[in-house]
């Protein structure tokens, strides 16, 4: 899966994440494209058979999982919005979190799956870094592949922590029933009308690191209104990951979540 990015008309482009600058020579020459697809039409076509091929294996992961009974919930947000802290605290609240599953997506590293296997849950860990390109975001046939190395049979609830970037893992459905983002309270109130694309792909924002309000300008009305506008229909829950508060609401949410095993995509 490549370097591409879909938009909401439907096209799609290529980009070059590991053009290195380890070379001597101006800049300008290496403008436009470098992807080695031809442009225009063509190249739409190409970029289109590659985002089917990924909704086909997305269609293959979720009968999969329905199949295992496993409610899989893709989670996504920027770096350090809290998506590992959260999960922590979820784990330990859960009355069985041997029975919660975790794929971990990092470019690089496995901090964050040995800090979820400590917590109980059953880790696969992809890093992108390693023969998937250094990928900005998680795919449908990335997560085949983590799907493959867990025992669903096990698991009543799986979390896909998304790679941490606020725009590219929302553009690619891996198979999940439920899209949430997490939203800290420091990245500001006008995100999501600067970059809408997470803010429209999920069913739920939960808003974290309320526990920082009060040394903050933050203003969650206005936050609130921002969110409304790019997606009227996404649910908010606030919460902090560190104090615990709005926790128990989140953890409502997973259960009416388990209940209702109505699917969505990205
Ligand atoms: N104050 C505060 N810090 C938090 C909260 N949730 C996460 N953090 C901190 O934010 C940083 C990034 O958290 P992490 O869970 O690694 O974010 P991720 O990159 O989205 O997985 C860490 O230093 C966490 O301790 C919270 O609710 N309140
Ligand atoms: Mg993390």
Redesign the pocket.
């Known amino acids: 899966m490549g370097r591409f990015h879909r938009h909401d008309d439907e096209t799609g482009h290529g980009h070059g994440h590991g053009h290195g600058h380890d070379h001597d020579h101006p800049h300008d020459e290496h403008l436009g494209d470098h992807s080695g697809y031809e442009t225009g039409a063509d190249r739409i076509v190409v970029l289109e058979r590659i985002f089917d091929e990924n909704d086909r294996r997305a269609a293959e992961n979720r009968r999969v999982l329905d199949d295992a009974g496993v409610l899989t919930i893709n989670l996504m947000?920027?770096?350090?919005?809290?998506?590992?802290?959260?999960?922590?605290?979820t784990l330990r609240t859960l009355p069985a979190p041997e029975r919660v599953g975790v794929i971990e997506g990092d470019i690089e590293t496995s901090i964050?799956a040995d800090?979820l296997a400590a917590a109980g849950a059953r880790v696969s860990l992809l890093n992108t870094a390693d023969g998937f390109g250094g990928e900005c975001h998680l795919d449908a046939p990335m997560v085949a592949d983590a799907l493959g190395r867990l025992d669903l049979d096990g698991l009543d609830v799986l979390f896909v922590?998304n790679v941490?970037n606020l725009v590219c893992p929302a553009e690619f459905d891996v198979g999940a029933h439920r899209s949430v983002m997490?939203y800290?309270i420091?990245e500001g109130e006008e995100k999501p009308l600067k970059y809408p694309v997470m803010f429209r792909a999920v069913d739920v924002v939960l808003v974290?690191?309320?526990?920082?309000l009060p040394h903050l300008d933050f203003d969650l009305d206005l936050f609130r209104a921002n969110l409304a506008t790019v997606n009227p229909g996404a649910e908010v829950i606030e919460?902090?990951?560190?104090?615990g508060e709005g926790l128990e609401q989140w953890t409502r949410w997973i259960d009416a979540a388990r209940s209702q095993p109505a699917t969505s995509g990205a």
Do not use: F, V, Y
């Not at 947000?77 to 605290?89: D, N, V």
């Open positions: 947000s920027s770096p350090g919005a809290g998506k590992t802290t959260l999960l922590e605290r964050d800090r922590e941490g997490i800290a420091t974290n690191k309320l526990d920082l919460l902090s990951a560190r104090s």
